[in-house]
């Protein structure tokens, strides 16, 4: 029987912005990957989230990204290994105090976007993310980027490594994501992402941007909660899934 986790982007709200439908789109999955407030999300947002969460049974997970709240962590930065590893640490521990608030467990981290797309091709940062990860919890699940450097560093150090797979996002022929000023590089048809999450889940591959089969191994499927479609992909891939025999189940 296969088995798959439907994760989604939420709480990333903050101050009097409001982002996103969390209400709608958490009952429907099984994972949430939460705002720490460096690129969206603060205080109040978190404490909603995770008593959200705790009231569906829906799986935690602290999504720290860099500190640009403008630019919505989608800007590259240079940062040190020991700034990446004290910048985790920190989001880590402020969305796992909620967790605890609330009655529940923080059980996996997924990087954010400059972070997360930086990290899948380098080894020293995505080594620090690990190590960050690692020494507030090394039972935390990382959640990242099917073959990417993230995954091969948590394996050397021991850390939990969960492979993730996008609804939403084009990939480039290595494997990586197509990055989002590139025309192509979200995918805004939800029947195309769906018939992509099926083929990913049960043929283990996914056909890139210029038309190469990529391999892929997925334990989780990712949709963006900053799309306009956001809950109609959730909703659709959530019904194909249950169609196919698919168990929908967290890290």
């Known amino acids: 029987m296969y088995t798959i986790d439907l994760n989604c982007d939420l709480g990333e709200s903050y101050g009097a912005y409001r982002l996103g439908m969390d209400e709608e789109i958490i009952p429907l999955i099984s994972s949430a990957n939460v705002a720490c407030g460096f690129h969206a999300g603060d ?27 403008q630019g919505f962590g989608r800007r590259n930065m240079s940062l040190s290994p020991v700034e990446v590893r004290n910048l ?6 402020a969305l796992s105090a909620f967790c605890r608030s609330a009655g529940v467990r923080l059980r996996h981290v997924k990087p954010h976007g400059a972070l997360y797309n930086m990290a899948a091709k380098d080894p020293a940062l995505a080594k620090a993310i690990c190590q960050g990860i690692y020494s507030f919890d090394p039972s935390l699940i990382l959640l990242g980027l099917s073959g990417s450097e993230m995954l091969k560093q948590a394996k050397e150090i021991g850390l939990p490594g969960a492979a993730e797979v ?26 195309e992402a769906v018939a992509r999450v099926i083929r990913m889940i049960l043929e283990h591959k996914v056909t890139s941007i210029h038309g190469k089969e990529i391999e892929i ?18 909703k659709k891939i959530r019904t194909a899934l249950e169609a196919e025999g698919i168990a ?4």
């Open 88 to 93: 985790i640490t920190y989001q880590v521990g």
């Open 166 to 191: 996008f609804a939403d996002r084009a990939y480039e022929d290595d494997g990586t994501l197509v990055a989002r000023s590139k025309p192509g590089a979200m995918i805004t048809d939800e029947d």
């Open 43 to 69: 205080f109040n947002t978190m404490a909603k989230t995770a008593r959200l969460c705790a009231e569906n049974g829906v799986s935690m997970g602290a999504h720290p990204g860099f500190p640009d709240l």
């Open 217 to 234: 191994c997925p334990d989780s499927v990712c949709v963006h909660g900053d799309s306009p479609k956001a809950l109609l992909f959730v």
């Open 248 to 251: 929908i189940q967290p890290l």
